[in-house]
Antibody, heavy 119, light 109 residues
Framework: QVQLVQSGAEVRRPGASLKVSCKASGYIFTSFFMHWLRQTPGQRPEWMGRVDPGDGGTTYEQKFQGRLTLTRDASTNTIYMELSGLRSDDTAVYYC????????????WGQGTLVTVSS | EIVLTQSPGTLSLSPGERATLSCRASKSVSSGYLAWYQQKPGQAPRLLIYGASNRAPGIPDRFSGSGSGTDFSLTISRLEAEDFAVYYCQQYGNSPMYTFGQGTKVDIK
């Protein structure tokens, strides 16, 4: 079965960077886009970007351009999300989610990684 | 940009009752590319319905979706204890292809 397992919770100071991993299993890694979304309590999910595990191609939401980098390691079936210039409003749960059939339709999700940005 | 508005904000029902959730789009959703997700506290969202009316694998048949154009609904025929959660609609047919509604909470009456 499809599994997406994310790395653990992180705490960062404002201005720092972080890198969250998402290890995929149970399907052909290179056949499905991987998306990243984030969510704050009581709010709807917010889409951040996606990466094509096949060729590493990326698409980012405009508000994250310049701060967000998505990469992949096909040898370990792992996707990485790196966010720089952290601010307090980046405090959220971050999810990786597999895209179904090339659409922005998220058919399997990681368990989420809580990121706290605080001085 | 398409805006999705869900109603009601909160639906208070008892187990065994029928739940009907609404999602209204500000413009027509291309090809009915409308999905529903369920989210329980502390968990990731789970895909329930895609293409407005297709159940995702493993989703019980008490969940059904319908609608087209700008008006969509999710129906839970008989609520079970595990169905009390927040439900989000999402459109994926119009740019930007990832807008979510604000959610409907189904809680126990």
């Amino acid at each position: 079965q499809v599994q997406l397992v994310q790395s653990g919770a992180e705490v960062r100071r404002p201005g720092a960077s972080l890198k969250v991993s998402c290890k995929a299993s149970g399907y052909i890694f290179t056949s499905f886009f991987m998306h990243w979304l984030r969510q704050t309590p009581g709010q709807r999910p917010e889409w951040m970007g996606r990466v094509d595990p096949g060729d590493g191609g990326t698409t980012y939401e405009q508000k994250f351009q310049g701060r967000l980098t998505l990469t992949r390691d096909a040898s370990t079936n792992t996707i990485y999300m790196e966010l720089s210039g952290l601010r307090s409003d980046d405090t959220a749960v971050y999810y990786c989610a597999r895209g179904r059939s090339g659409w922005y339709l998220f058919d399997n999700w990681g368990q989420g990684t809580l990121v706290t940005v605080s001085s | 940009e398409i805006v999705l508005t869900q109603s009601p904000g909160t639906l208070s029902l008892s187990p065994g009752e029928r739940a009907t959730l609404s999602c209204r789009a500000s413009k027509s959703v291309s090809s009915g590319y409308l999905a529903w997700y369920q989210q329980k506290p502390g968990q990731a969202p789970r895909l329930l319905i895609y293409g407005a009316s297709n159940r995702a694998p493993g989703i019980p048949d008490r969940f059904s979706g319908s609608g087209s154009g700008t008006d969509f609904s999710l129906t839970i025929s008989r609520l079970e204890a595990e169905d009390f959660a927040v439900y989000y609609c999402q459109q994926y047919g119009n740019s930007p292809m990832y807008t979510f509604g604000q959610g409907t909470k189904v809680d126990i009456k």
